[in-house]
């Protein structure tokens, strides 16, 4: 009987009804499991947000203060969910604003749908008011895009759109529909995209190639593991575990592989790459056997290829055929989802242990220990620093929060001493370096994330870039946790200048406005602190604020971020002072 | 490396956004097309981009990459001219004044199996289809008497192994249809 019902109601679900275009945009986002979306509306995009009036019980939109806003919100929200962001605007400067967000999420693997909103079809090539070719301009940094100029393409494309931002390796897609197709009405039945014939997401994975790798692990002398982030989109962290485990291999992650293993595990041994830490940097060039997981060898994390792991035999596995052999030659090349290839790699796997090996890890971390992190966490003296102001978000969130960083110095100091437990714990931007990512990309965090702490690490610079969130965040009241490590500089660039310039301080010092007036202006809790001694409770008050609360911390104004490879240098070159 | 030509062969779905798509793949390489063409393929619906380029061979391997990993591609080939069946075509206006007194050059132009094509009192179109170097002969026999327009095709080829696509795509609709 009660099968029955059920089968009935599909019947009466999938029976076409006549609706227009763009209720049929919100119908397919409704299919797709959509309930939360990000944008800013305009001329060409009215009709669709027409519907999202009729569809708010169902549909949260947010309106973010600007387009980019809404990319990044709509990133933050992907990354920790797993889910595709979806972010709407209008044509000509809505879509152009939507660039920069694009481009990191096609740089860093993040599935995402951008709608825009376009010209009557009439009037496309005419330079109308508000028309600008964003589906050419898209190209290059979408995975895909399309230019919807029927009502009925409706259903198929965002179903293919929404298919190929999440499978295989994941990105973002445009799609731009003509406001007569919005307006023009179709009979709506949707049928989630399951296949495209010219697209391979999972290439089929070659037995023998594991078995190849199994076989070069298990008579390693001197193993080493880095991840990158393929290890979370192919939601594979436990299966990672259990082979660094199994295999006992020291294990280092890329900057967007971090918090895909716990960050005290015993066999985590840092970051690599230009701040990344000393042991696995230098180690590189000292393994006998790479093992590359879910990462793509960018050059923040090489150094000079000509002297990159050229003793070791390196294992790639990876999802993007295009990735194998671009920048480092592969020995043996595992193509596939890491979740299949891990879990087969696994069964070849003999248990190992590489205690000696691993201890070297252990004293070169010693060394860095003694040379910089001591000095960074403990006795200092004077302003404060910024590795103390993280180390107390680690105290008090005991490692479980979510922590969203900006771009610059901050950012590797983030990265470098944040405590994670969970995996999606961390939100960067790794491979465009955008600032201004990580206000509205902590708002789509929380919002994707409601239940955990979201902290939100930024410098004075990038702060002022998408600064208008913060009207966002008061009138949604999404409570995120705001810190800004002031040292008034544009910190990353001026240590370049120090360091490589002269100390020619071209641009790069900031003079400040009152960021807790601008916050209070906002109605968002904010504070300021100058002193070591206010930290602790400062930070204890943010943390269990249950609104949004904004924190700025006076830092030393030139302090460098070490250790670090300069541009052109080996891993093994990475200088600590 | 060596720099050698690399005829690619991209088989794809008809899109229209495609071709900027992979000419933005060689642009931002800085890589040059020498010569590009696009028509319909032997399977329907699909289409075949030819498109001639003179890198190394890590680069083009690394250029296939890049554009198999577009959405509407179904595959792509490279390979070097010792193992295609290619062609170009060119036509040549000359000035009939100059052309009709020299009986020399109609000589060679049927040794050439050059072939002319439309005869006017003013002018004489010829045509040639062939290797690049026959093309570039021809060009500099008539260059002396007044071309008065050149145009050259881009390379159309065929390649002397097989490229499956028939069954690449066959392959997909029974996975398809089982699934
Ligand atoms: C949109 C953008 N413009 C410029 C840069 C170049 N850049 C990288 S780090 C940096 C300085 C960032 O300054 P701030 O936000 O104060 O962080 P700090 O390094 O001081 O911690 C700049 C300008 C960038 N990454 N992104
Ligand atoms: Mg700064």
New interface residues.
């Given amino acids: 009987m009660e099968v029955k019902t059920a089968n009935k109601e599909k019947k009466i679900k999938q029976a076409p009804t006549t609706v227009s275009g763009a209720e049929a945009v919100i119908k397919c986002l409704l299919e797709e499991g959509i309930d939360t979306i990000y944008g800013y509306p305009g001329g060409a995009i009215m009709p669709v947000y027409d519907e999202l009036y009729k569809y708010q019980d169902k549909i949260h939109h947010v309106l973010t203060r600007h387009e980019q806003g809404a990319t990044h919100a709509a990133q933050g929200y992907a990354r920790v969910t797993g889910k595709v962001g979806v972010c709407i605007a209008t044509s000509g400067p809505g879509a152009t604003n939507l660039v920069t967000g694009i481009a990191d999420a096609q740089i860093d693997s993040t599935p995402m749908v951008c709608i825009t909103g376009q010209v009557g079809s009439h009037l496309l090539g005419s330079d109308a008011f508000q028309e600008t070719d964003i589906v050419g301009i898209s190209t290059p940094v979408t995975k895909w895009n399309y230019q919807v100029t029927k009502a009925e393409e409706i259903p198929e494309v965002l179903a293919k759109a929404f298919y190929i931002a999440r499978s295989g390796r994941p990105g973002p897609v445009l799609i731009d529909i003509t406001k007569d197709a919005q307006f023009a009405t179709l009979d709506f039945t949707y049928k989630k995209c399951a296949g495209i014939r010219s697209y391979k997401p999972f290439p089929k994975v070659n037995l023998s190639e594991i078995e190849r790798a199994a076989e070069l692990i298990n008579s390693a002398k001197k193993p080493m593991i880095v991840f990158g982030q393929g290890v979370i989109l192919g939601g594979a962290e436990a299966l990672l575990q259990q082979v660094v485990e199994k295999a006992g291999i020291p294990s280092a992650w890329t900057i967007l592989g971090l918090s895909a293993m716990a960050t005290d595990h015993p066999l985590n041994v840092g970051m690599v790459g230009m701040h990344g830490n000393y042991g696995p940097n230098v180690l590189t060039n000292d393994c006998d056997v790479l093992i590359a997981i879910g990462m793509r060898f960018d050059d923040r994390v090489t150094g000079n290829l000509e002297h990159y792991a050229k003793q070791a035999k390196v294992i790639h596995f990876e999802i993007d055929p295009a990735e194998i052999d671009k920048n480092v030659k592969a020995e043996v090349a595992v193509l596939g989802d890491v979740k299949e290839t891990l879990q087969l790699l696994l069964g070849f796997l003999k248990p190992k242990n590489h205690d000696a090996w691993h201890q070297k890890f252990k004293d070169l971390y010693k060394i860095e220990y003694d040379k910089i992190i001591n000095n960074e966490l403990n006795g200092k003296e004077g302003k404060l620093g910024m590795a103390e102001v993280i180390d107390e978000i680690n105290t008090s969130s005991n490692g479980d929060a979510i922590i969203v960083s900006d771009v610059g110095q901050h950012q590797m100091v983030a990265c470098r001493y944040a405590k994670f437990n969970k995996t999606r714990s961390n939100v960067t931007s790794g491979g465009l370096g955008t600032m201004g990512f990580a206000l509205p990309a902590a708002i789509g965090a929380k919002m994707g994330k409601p239940e955990r702490q979201v902290v939100a690490i930024i410098g004075d610079g990038g702060y002022q870039m998408t600064i208008q969130e913060l009207g966002t965040i008061f009138q949604t009241k999404v409570p995120v946790k705001i810190v800004v490590l002031n040292n008034g500089f544009l910190g990353m660039v001026r240590q370049w200048q120090q360091m490589f310039f002269d100390k020619r301080y071209a641009s790069t010092e900031l003079i400040n406005p009152d960021f807790v007036a601008i916050a209070k202006g906002y109605f968002i809790k904010a504070k300021k602190v100058t002193e070591r001694s206010e930290l602790q409770d400062a930070i204890k008050e943010m943390m269990d604020s249950p609104e949004a609360y904004f924190l700025e911390v006076k830092v030393e104004q030139e302090e460098n971020v070490f250790p670090m490879i300069p541009t052109g240098a080996s891993v093994s070159d990475i200088r600590l002072e | 490396m060596e720099k050698k030509n690399y005829t690619i062969s991209i088989y794809?779905?008809n899109n229209?956004?495609l071709l900027?798509?992979i000419a933005?793949i060689f642009l931002?390489r800085h890589f040059n097309i020498e010569s590009i063409t696009v028509s319909k393929s032997e399977v329907k619906e699909v289409m075949r981009f030819i498109i001639v380029v003179e890198i190394t061979e890590e680069q083009v391997?690394?250029i296939i990459?890049?554009i198999?990993?577009q959405?509407?591609?179904?595959r792509a080939y490279y390979h070097t001219d010792e193992e295609l069946i290619f062609q170009e075509t060119a036509l040549y206006k000359v000035n009939s004044a100059e052309f009709v007194e020299d009986l020399t050059i109609q000589d060679f132009i049927k040794e050439t199996n050059a072939r002319i094509v439309t005869v006017t009192p003013k002018f004489f179109v010829i045509e040639k289809t062939g290797k690049r170097h026959e093309i570039d002969n021809l060009y500099d026999k008539l260059k002396p008497y007044g071309l008065m327009q050149f145009v050259r095709s881009g390379k159309i080829a065929v390649s002397k192994n097989e490229m499956p696509i028939s069954s690449i795509?066959e392959d997909?609709?029974t996975?398809?249809i089982n699934?």
Avoid: C, H, P, Y
């Fill in positions: 794809t779905e229209i956004g900027s798509r933005a931002k391997k690394k990459g890049q198999e990993k959405i509407e591609v179904i795509l997909f609709n996975i398809n699934s």
